[in-house]
């Protein structure tokens, strides 16, 4: 199986990361370690807040973008040609137009949104990506740009 | 305690949240769950990748500053005035410059950084935060903007 170079990569290609469905023992237990903001673990509490309920960690939808995107990229790895990639330089644009509930499935893709050549590193280029999860009703629930280098490929020799 | 408009913010205010030291086991634990490559789970493998040892997901470095967040607000809570915030239309520039490894200890900040008024939303200002990470060496580690909606001071009867 033979690494894609950045040259390889089509702006446009997309990939179904697949699904995944929030519970609300999951929400809490995730917040009360890392966000433990009342709408986030405590259902009653919650009904009172802004959100008239309990909703996840925009972190917590985050991690689980994180978790699909490996998995996928592990199922594929022995069929479809794996990016040469390096460090990510960062992320931008992370927004969560739509809470996320109890019982909510979403799910999560990524596609590629651009490509940037860099004269600071020649062998790298830049590939940015659209991070998406919407719910099933279509409704876009959490997005942001991905950064990632990837290598050029070298001249011929 | 009285609740802080948009117009009491004032722009270079730094909130100093806390330190943090991070283990072998909890970054292993954090990425098996939602990132789990190798150089997050695998102190063997990861010696033999690009950073050389195992470090830490930068979603669990994120985690963390959240978790400090919330901790200094609810421990401010008694004793100095908060935001009238709402929700938050996102974050941007999210980055990671240097990797988090066994043992580090970070320190972590948010700062005000700018205010902007929202001819879309006249009861609302809009507050930009810098957030940071920082290791005992004072280098960055983590950082991103961050962006809340807050309540404007209503017009005087």
Known sequence: MTPLYWE????????????YTFTE?????????????PFHIDPAAA?????????????????????LAIAEREAAAGTSPLLRTGVSPGYADMTWPKPVRPG????????IAGKTELRSRPAMGLILSRNEARDDTGDLVFAFTGKSFVERRPPAA
Chains 1, 2 share one sequence.
């Open 25 to 37: 023992d999951e929400i809490i237990a995730f917040a009360r370690k890392y966000d433990p903001q």
């Open 104 to 111: 909510m499935r979403l799910a999560f893709s990524s596609e």
């Open 8 to 19: 390889d990569v089509q702006i446009g290609a997309r990939r179904e990361l697949g699904h």
């Open 47 to 67: 009904r009172h807040s802004l959100f008239g309920g309990l909703i996840a960690s925009g972190w917590h939808t985050a991690a689980i973008w994180m978790k």
